[in-house]
């Protein structure tokens, strides 16, 4: 198994930036897929940004296209997910998840993490 735990979350202004952390421990991190997704109070979880095991493929929801950038240190068992220009809409619980392939849905993940808040303030 995976144990995923993210870091990073607070409070920003609108335009601002965060970079989020997410440190995995158990199984090799670098044989796995890694995913950001979020989840607003009474919304489902959403699909943000995901990244393959090497690092060479990445996908970003359209809505974070631009703005947010995922990438990974497999030396480090860490991925990483930097917010610039954050928007109001971006406020969420942000969850890391890792998965055998690269997917866009919450079921293509095998591990989560605990979330961490993101609140954006105007």
């Known amino acids: 198994q995976v144990q995923l735990v993210e870091s990073g979350g607070g409070l920003v202004q609108a335009g601002g930036s965060l970079r989020l952390s997410c440190a995995a421990s158990g199984r090799t991190f670098s044989s796995y897929a890694m995913g950001w997704f979020r989840q607003a109070p009474g919304k489902e979880r959403q699909f943000v940004a995901t990244?393959?095991?090497?690092?060479?493929?990445?996908y970003y929801a359209s809505s974070v296209k631009g703005r947010f950038t995922i990438s990974r240190d497999n030396a480090k068992n860490t991925v990483y997910l930097l917010m610039n220009s954050l928007k109001p809409e971006d406020a969420a619980v942000y969850y890391c998840a890792a998965a055998t392939y690269v997917a866009t849905a919450t079921n293509g993940y095998d591990y989560w993490g605990q979330g961490t808040q993101v609140t954006v303030s105007a």
């Open positions: 990244i393959s095991w090497n690092g060479g493929t990445t």
